[in-house]
């Protein structure tokens, strides 16, 4: 089996699992070749050994039966950086990188700044920031020690200089002078029908339902994060495509000033940022 039919033999497998077959399979053989995405197309006609043909096969199978591709591969790209990832957190997604642009874009002639990236996953968001701005103090909490330490390793790879603290949401948070707080919180409805489909089956519910409406943890941010932030400090949230307006209700009804909405590649309104003042 040489390159181009591995390839035309995972599509077909594929093809019912929708318009991603074609990307999915050259993911995946790239993974099992060690090459990237050019190889495959330079050399179409190169042949797998026995354990790459064996191994590209057995990962096919266990895509067409539903695991997310950055569980097989054991990484996602997030920000042109490669992360670790695992089920224990959630896969870094393109439109959380509107969280980090944002950020960017609206702080970025600040020298120093306290940031803290509440609920952080794989540690993406704090990474990302890090990268770009290493004189910053970046602080990164989570409920889950098996998150943490996996953001500690990507931390590790990435070389940024991060502080990692084991915390449910503010409980263990004990600075008060943030400038912002950053967080992609859950906010998904728990019956959510698209729960029961794609990547999100494989990922752990805690990290992604927030109540009947998906508003809970955002309700308890909003109340709780002004306490942690110094005056004029702001608080950054995720969000879903359908929850802008309560998002900016619930802002507003705590008192935040210059609430600002931005939003994702596809045109959906994603983020939501206010001042405390």
Request: aromatic share 6%.
């Amino acid at each position: 089996m040489n390159i181009q039919q591995a390839l035309e033999q995972a599509r077909e497998t594929l093809s019912k699992n929708g318009e991603s077959a074609d990307i999915d399979a050259q993911v995946l053989l790239s993974h099992v070749l060690q090459r990237n995405s050019a190889h495959l197309i330079a050399w179409p006609e190169k042949e797998l050994d026995e354990n790459q043909a064996a191994s590209f096969l057995q990962l096919i199978e266990q895509r067409k039966q539903g695991l997310p591709v950055a569980h097989l591969t054991g990484q996602r790209e997030f920000w042109s950086l490669d992360f670790s990832v695992n089920n224990s957190t959630l896969i870094p997604r393109p439109e959380t990188e509107t969280l980090v642009e944002f950020i960017l874009q609206k702080f970025g002639d600040r020298k120093n700044l306290k940031l803290l990236d509440l609920g952080t996953g794989t540690g993406a968001i704090a990474i990302a920031i890090a990268s770009e701005k290493p004189a910053w103090q970046i602080f990164a909490s989570d409920i889950s020690k098996q998150a943490l330490a996996l953001a500690t390793k990507n931390n590790t790879q990435h070389k940024t200089n991060i502080t990692f603290i084991h915390s449910d949401w503010f409980n263990n948070i004990k600075q008060h002078d943030f400038d912002i707080i950053v967080s992609n919180p859950p906010y998904i409805a728990d019956n959510d029908p698209h729960l029961q489909s794609g990547d999100v089956r494989f990922e752990p519910q805690g990290a992604l339902t927030a109540g009947k409406t998906g508003m809970d943890d955002i309700k308890h941010l909003c109340a709780q994060a002004k306490k942690h932030l110094q005056k004029n400090g702001w608080l950054i949230v995720e969000h879903g495509y359908n929850q802008a307006q309560l998002v900016a209700d619930c802002f507003a009804e705590n008192a935040y000033a210059q609430v600002e909405q931005r939003e994702d590649l596809s045109g959906h309104t994603r983020m939501t940022a206010g001042k405390k003042v």
